[in-house]
C-alpha cells in the first residue's frame, strides 16, 4: 500500500446501503401522521436536506414543532426498520469493499442510523470486516453530520485528514469532510438529486466503482 493512498470513510444510508425507496415509504407514513401529502422520490431529492427538520420546513413551509417532530421522528424509525429488512446492499458495494480490503487500503463506516441498529445490519451483509471502525449516531437524529466526522476522524487513529476521501449521497456528507479537511465524492443513487450535490462542488458520480476511482484522484 503507498503512503499516498486514499482511506475512505464511507456512508451508509442511500450509499453502501441501496434503501432509498424504504426511505421514501417512512416518510410518507410519518408525513400522513400529519396530514401532509406524500412526496415522490424525484421531490423527495431535489428538497432533501441535513439537518432533517430544515428538509421538514422546505415541505410545510415552517420548522415542525417538538411535538410534530417527536411523531414524525418516531413513525419515520418504526416504517423505516421494517422496511431495511429487505433491502441490499448497492450493486457492487461487497465486491469493492473486498477489494480494497485485500490490497491493505483501509475504509470505515459514518452513518447517521443510530449506531445499535446500524451494527447488525452491517453484520447481517457481510461487510463489518472490510472497515477499520463503524460509527452510527448515537445522540439525538436531528443534527447534521459534521460533529460526528470530528469524532470519527480523532478515532482513526495515524489517519491524515487530507488522506481522507468520504463517500456518500448527501451534500452534508461534503460539508462534513470539509470542516475536518478531509475531501468527498458523492454518489447519485441516494437521497439527493444530481443538481443538489453538484451544489456541494465536489466530484459527483453515478456509481461507487467511479467513485471509488475518483476519490484515489483526488489525493494522488
Known amino acids: 500500500m503507498g503512503k499516498y493512498t486514499a482511506h475512505l470513510v464511507w456512508d451508509w444510508n442511500g450509499t453502501l446501503f441501496d434503501d432509498i425507496h424504504a426511505v421514501i415509504e417512512a416518510t410518507n407514513a410519518s408525513f400522513a401522521e400529519l396530514g401532509l401529502d406524500p412526496i415522490t422520490l424525484e421531490r423527495y431529492r431535489d428538497l432533501y436536506c441535513v439537518p432533517v427538520p430544515l428538509f421538514y420546513e422546505r415541505l410545510m413551509g415552517r420548522l415542525p414543532t417538538d411535538d410534530e417532530w417527536a411523531i414524525m421522528d418516531a413513525v419515520f424509525h418504526r416504517h423505516y426498520w421494517l422496511r ?80 481522507i476521501v468520504v463517500i456518500g ?34 466530484p459527483v458520480v453515478d456509481s461507487l466503482a467511479e467513485a471509488v476511482a475518483v476519490a484515489e484522484e483526488l489525493v494522488a
Not at 124 to 142: A, Y
Open 84 to 163: 431495511a429488512q429487505a433491502c441490499g446492499l448497492t450493486i457492487g458495494a461487497a465486491e469493492l469493499l473486498a477489494e480494497r480490503r485485500s490490497e491493505g487500503h483501509t475504509q470505515s463506516l459514518l452513518s447517521l442510523a443510530p449506531h445499535e441498529h446500524l451494527v447488525p445490519i452491517v453484520r447481517r451483509h457481510g461487510i463489518e470486516e472490510h472497515f477499520v471502525r463503524v460509527d452510527g449516531r448515537t445522540g439525538g437524529s436531528h443534527a447534521g453530520k459534521t460533529e460526528h466526522m470530528v469524532r470519527h476522524l480523532a478515532a482513526l487513529e495515524g489517519v491524515r485528514a487530507d488522506r
Open 169 to 202: 449521497d448527501a451534500a452534508d456528507d461534503a460539508v462534513a469532510a470539509a470542516h475536518v479537511g478531509a475531501k468527498a465524492v458523492l454518489y447519485t443513487g441516494g437521497s439527493h438529486s444530481r443538481s443538489s450535490l453538484e451544489s456541494a462542488r465536489v
